[in-house]
């Protein structure tokens, strides 16, 4: 084992001036980092353990938002009323993924700052730019059926494992960290990720020590909220494709769509454009196929991930049918 020294803090402050020491790293719930320290892929020198900081809370904001603090469990999130009653699509996303045994560890933050589950950045025998930059990519031309189609460099065409992330994408989450100078600052989910290019060692654009302290949620949005996922089992496995959906049928037209995809990229996978398409429109088959072809326009697999791209584009059409139908029955 590589010594560490291990520090559990009670003020924000204090952690995050630990954590902004060369080769720190926050732990709370630990499913993922353990695991990454057990085969010597991560190698910090200090733990900072988060969970004696007051980020535990999920609080309801008198705007309608939903305040979620940074250590929240993943099944205590999916199951608590307000989540259920306000954003059952967060809760879907959050039943999804893992086990029933991982969830009652696993934080939010955690769950947002997970590494990705490529085989290749496991097996520290082969070449990976994300563990190792500069070392290659072994999954362009190896195993890689879990792979991006879209967002992917020549350094990395890795995918971002998490299911809450792509659900919190549709609902417009925003991100409240605390920096190493003690200063607040709000992230949208969409800019917390960074794209591979030449350094995917680089994932986040969070700086060394910055720690999330919460994820915030806007207002409930109208109409339908959907989560679908492929996978290859029904549980404990990670998205081939998943979609999170909002969308309402308002007027006999598409109003406040919200598509994100998951298992196609390096982050949740938004297409504005797609979005805009759709919103005011009437629902058409014709319609939701010409929004699944834009929404995968420019998308390219490496082989053994070329079926993503089909699947990606009828999981879209799919979902959107089945809320138009639904939001159409209830307002008719």
Same mark, same amino acid.
């Given at each position: 084992m590589i010594p560490f020294t291990y520090e559990r803090p009670t003020a924000l402050r204090e952690a995050v001036a630990a954590a902004?020491?060369?080769? @720190?790293?926050?732990?709370a719930g630990g499913t993922n980092l353990l695991d990454l320290m057990k085969l010597q892929i991560e190698r910090p020198t200090r733990l900072v353990d988060v969970n004696a900081l007051p980020l535990q809370g999920i609080e309801a904001g008198a705007d309608g938002t939903l305040r979620i603090g940074a250590t929240v469990r993943n099944s205590d999130l999916a199951a608590h009323p307000l989540v259920r009653e306000r954003y059952p699509l967060l809760t879907r996303a959050l039943l999804a993924g893992a086990s029933a045994q991982i969830r009652n560890k696993a934080t939010t933050a955690g769950n947002l700052l997970q590494r990705t589950r490529c085989?290749?950045?496991?097996?520290?025998?082969?070449?990976?730019?994300? =563990?190792?930059?500069?070392?290659?990519? @072994?999954?362009? =031309?190896?195993f890689n059926r879990m792979h991006a189609v879209v967002g992917h460099s020549e350094a990395?065409? @890795?995918?971002?494992?998490?299911?809450?992330?792509?659900?919190?994408?549709?609902?417009?989450?925003?991100?409240?960290?605390?920096?190493?100078?003690? =200063?607040?600052?709000?992230?949208?989910?969409?800019? /917390?990720?960074?794209?591979?290019?030449?350094?995917?060692?680089?994932?986040?654009?969070?700086?060394?020590?910055?720690?999330?302290?919460?994820?915030? /949620?806007?207002?409930?949005?109208?109409?339908?909220?959907?989560?679908?996922?492929?996978?290859?089992?029904?549980?404990? @496995?990670?998205?081939?494709?998943?979609?999170?959906?909002?969308?309402?049928?308002?007027?006999?037209?598409?109003q406040n769509v919200r598509a994100a995809f998951g298992g196609i990229a390096y982050r949740?996978?938004?297409?504005?454009?797609?979005?805009?398409?759709?919103?005011?429109?009437?629902?058409?088959?014709?319609?939701?196929? =010409?929004?699944?072809?834009?929404?995968?326009?420019?998308?390219?697999?490496?082989?053994?991930?070329?079926?993503?791209?089909?699947?990606?584009?009828?999981? /879209?059409?799919a979902s959107l049918t089945q809320a138009s139908q639904r939001d159409g029955a209830h307002h008719g």
């Open positions: 902004a020491q060369p080769d @720190a790293r926050f732990i085989p290749y950045f496991y097996d520290t025998a082969m070449p990976c730019n994300k =563990r190792s930059p500069g070392s290659g990519c @072994a999954a362009l =031309r190896g990395c065409i @890795a995918v971002h494992p998490s299911d809450m992330a792509v659900a919190l994408s549709a609902l417009d989450a925003r991100i409240e960290t605390v920096q190493p100078d003690g =200063r607040m600052r709000v992230i949208p989910i969409q800019q /917390l990720y960074r794209a591979p290019g030449q350094t995917p060692h680089l994932e986040t654009n969070l700086a060394p020590g910055e720690l999330i302290g919460a994820v915030v /949620l806007p207002p409930p949005p109208p109409g339908v909220q959907s989560y679908r996922k492929v996978r290859d089992r029904a549980s404990f @496995a990670f998205a081939l494709v998943s979609v999170a959906l909002v969308a309402q049928v308002d007027g006999g037209r598409m949740p996978w938004r297409v504005p454009e797609v979005e805009a398409m759709l919103t005011g429109k009437a629902p058409s088959a014709r319609l939701f196929a =010409r929004a699944a072809d834009a929404a995968l326009a420019g998308a390219r697999g490496f082989g053994g991930n070329d079926f993503k791209i089909p699947l990606a584009r009828q999981l /879209l059409q």
